[in-house]
């Protein structure tokens, strides 16, 4: 079964930009969280999507948003940027099971973000 | 909220010995999941081992086990008989018990390399 896939891989912008990056998760999984991983601040919740819809939100502005579409991929958006903002960015996905406390979260290989 | 802590930046050990990594938390739930996670060069995020706040067993895979101790919110990691391959960067997370979600809380990450 193929992992969860980002892309792309690595991203170059400039201030004020804003960008895009997808997420596709393992086959048959509902749930996909991302993460922000920078020197300064490690490892960050940003969001967790489910059928559709943001089920967790972490601490960051409104610039950063996300979406899932009906297949489960996702994609994370980040609007105006800032330097702050050069990070790695990594999806997870798990597959949801109703009743359940715990289903394991499979990372992507993350997508390196600069921004200039 | 939870706070995850781990207090040794960077670690070493020869080949073929055995290391502890240390991890400590925060948190007023009584139920939660406690996870090493391992990010080699290569960044793909890989689950090592996972703990169940209610076990009063202390998880093992294979050459990984853990000590989980509740009442001192401690969470070391002991890795036996190091591998050149076991060189990465541990990170511990905290996740509490939830059946709508998932959200990781990282801790700032130890680098372990292992020395031939």
């Known amino acids: 079964k193929a992992g969860v896939t980002q892309t792309p891989r690595y991203l170059i912008k400039t201030r004020g930009q804003q960008v895009t990056l997808s997420c596709s998760p393992i086959?048959?999984?509902?749930?996909v969280s991302w993460y922000q991983q920078t020197p300064g601040q490690g490892l960050q919740f940003l969001f967790e999507y489910f059928s559709e819809t943001q089920r967790n939100k972490g601490n960051f502005p409104g610039r950063f948003s996300g979406r899932q579409f009906s297949n489960s991929r996702s994609e994370m958006n980040v609007s105006t940027l800032e330097l702050g903002d050069s990070a790695l960015y990594l999806c997870?996905?798990?597959?949801?099971?109703?009743?359940?406390?715990?289903?394991?979260?499979?990372f992507g290989p993350g997508t390196r973000l600069t921004v200039l | 909220a939870q706070t995850v802590t781990q207090s040794q930046p960077e670690m070493s050990v020869q080949e073929a010995e055995t290391v502890t990594l240390s991890c400590t938390y925060d948190t007023s739930e009584n139920n939660y999941y406690l996870f090493w996670y391992k990010q080699p060069p290569s960044r793909q995020m890989i689950l090592v081992i996972r703990?169940?706040?209610?076990?009063?067993q202390n998880a093992t895979e294979n050459r990984f086990s853990v000590n989980f101790q509740k009442a001192a919110k401690s969470f070391s990691l002991k890795i036996s008989d190091s591998q050149l391959g076991d060189t990465a960067m541990y990170f511990c997370a905290f996740e509490e018990f939830r059946t709508s979600g998932s959200r990781l809380t990282f801790g700032e990450g130890t680098q372990l390399t292992v020395n031939p």
């Open positions: 997870a996905s798990s597959f949801f099971t109703a009743g359940s406390s715990y289903n394991e979260q499979f």
């Open positions: 086959s048959g999984h509902r749930s």
């Open positions: 703990q169940e706040a209610y076990k009063q």
